[in-house]
Every structure is written in C-alpha cells, then in structure tokens.
C-alpha cells in the first residue's frame, strides 16, 4: 500500500521558517514534489526532486526561500520554508510520481499525501 505522510505544518510569522517532511512508503518512486493550495486558488507546483540523483526544481515563486531534500535512508523528502510570507499560507501537498521527468503538472503525480497546513501570518 503506497502511503505519503506529510507533517511539519504549522502557524509561523511572517519571516519565519517551517520543515515539512513526508515520509513515502508501500514502492519506490523517481521523482517526489510538493506541491500547494490556497482557499479559493487552484493547487500549484512548488518543487519537486528526483529520488536517485536530486535534481531539483523550483516555482519561482519560491526560489531562494524554499529548499527541498531528500534522505534515501528514511524514504523522507523534506521541504524547508524560509522567509516566510502570507501568500505561502496554504495546504501543502506531497506528491510522488514513476517518472523521473514529471514536470510540475499535477496530473504527473498520481500518488499523493493527506496535505498539511502552513499559515503565516503578518
């Protein structure tokens, strides 16, 4: 049974950080993102890298805030989240896909995780 576990999310200020981890079980997977959620506000790629190598990918949105990182040994990705601001308030998804070019459409990821909350505030 393929299970994605997110957790880390939480109430932050704005400047502040957050780690969000996810934690993959059930198969192995090449390429793992996160990706987000607003109310009102379609969900949208944040970042997303391979499992083998670690290429990475950014929105720009949040290139040089937001780092993610994987640890093979724990099957965890991680997402770090710095200089925190209001738009990032969010769900926050993981998502992990087969391919290790899935680019940042949603739809390339057919296993997701429950999502947690980030919600910064001014």
């Known amino acids: 049974q393929v299970q994605l576990v997110e957790s880390g999310g939480g109430l932050v200020q704005a400047g502040g950080s957050l780690r969000l981890s996810c934690a993959a079980s059930?198969?192995?997977?090449?390429?793992v993102g996160w990706f987000r959620q607003a109310p009102g506000k379609e969900r949208e790629f944040v970042a997303s890298?391979?499992?083998?190598?670690?290429?990475?990918q950014y929105a720009d949105s949040v290139k040089g805030r937001f780092t993610i990182s994987r640890d093979n040994a724990k099957n965890t990705v991680y997402l770090q989240l710095n200089s925190l601001i209001p738009e990032d308030t969010a769900v926050y998804y993981c998502?992990?896909?087969?391919?290790?070019?899935?680019?940042?459409?949603?739809?390339?990821?057919?296993?997701w995780g429950q999502g947690t909350q980030v919600t910064v505030s001014s």
């Open positions: 998502a992990a896909s087969s391919s290790y070019y899935p680019g940042t459409d949603a739809g390339n990821f057919p296993y």
């Open positions: 059930g198969r192995t997977f090449s390429s």
């Open positions: 890298i391979t499992w083998r190598i670690g290429n990475t």
